[in-house]
């Protein structure tokens, strides 16, 4: 059982183009966090969320944690070919180990 | 990812053979976490280590898999008699804070 579903799986669109994806559980996270993957790198920390119902905006990123604190999503807008890479959540539960997401895999086009 | 280091950044083992992989983390850092990731997964926990003792290893696979943070020098991933199965990218996450980790480049284990 996945503890967060990441949806979509695969993403492919135009630059210049808006959109979300979306990371969802069944289990209250104390924190979430966002991170970029490019290829053969590792993840690199985008955000931080530890408020229910909290907004971080970074550039044309907005992160949203939701109000129960079980789900978040990251819209991108006026997509960008440099946006491209994989996207993951990651969320600690109590003293759990933070537990990831298996990804978004995003797509810009020129 | 600036100042967690990762080497070999690959590494290629015959079957059987030992794959020792290391990671220095950020300066003023003393948690290490060591995770793996499978192509077209996510990554997954395998140890948290604090200088000189392993924190959580619930993660790690009971045998063949031990890791070690030491006083001095870097943190070790070993793995005994790799099998194709381990074949993966491995990567270290250092931290002051238990839930901001900053993640070196990973290294890449091929099993032939």
């Known amino acids: 059982t996945q503890l967060l579903e990441q949806s979509p799986q695969f993403l492919s669109i135009q630059e210049g183009e808006n959109l979300t994806v979306y990371c969802n559980s069944s289990?209250?996270?104390?924190?979430l966090q966002w991170y970029r993957q490019e290829p053969g790198e590792g993840p690199v920390l985008l955000v931080t969320?530890?408020?229910?119902?909290e907004v971080k905006k970074l550039k044309r990123l907005t992160f949203q944690f939701g109000d129960a604190r079980k789900d978040s999503s990251l819209h991108i807008t006026a997509a960008q070919t440099g946006d491209t890479g994989l996207y993951l959540c990651?969320?600690?539960?109590?003293?759990?180990?933070?537990?990831f997401g298996k990804g978004t895999r995003l797509s810009v086009i020129a | 990812n600036a100042g967690v280091m990762q080497n070999p950044r690959h590494l290629v083992r015959r079957r059987g053979q030992e794959a020792r992989l290391r990671c220095s983390p950020m300066?003023?850092?003393?948690?290490v976490y060591w995770y793996r990731q499978l192509p077209e997964e996510g990554l997954k926990f395998m140890v948290y280590?604090?200088?000189?003792?392993?924190?959580?290893e619930s993660g790690m696979p009971k045998e063949r898999f031990s890791a070690e943070f030491p006083k001095e020098g870097p943190s070790i991933l070993r793995i005994q008699q790799v099998v194709r199965g381990d074949s993966a990218a491995y990567f270290c996450?250092?931290?002051?804070?238990?839930?901001?980790?900053?993640f070196g480049p990973g290294t890449r284990l091929t099993v032939l």
């Open positions: 280590l604090q200088k000189e003792n392993i924190i959580d």
């Open positions: 289990s209250v996270f104390s924190s």
């Open positions: 969320v530890v408020t229910g119902g």
């Open positions: 996450a250092s931290t002051t804070i238990p839930d901001t980790q900053y």
């Open positions: 300066k003023g850092h003393s948690h």
């Open positions: 990651a969320g600690v539960v109590g003293n759990t180990p933070l537990v």
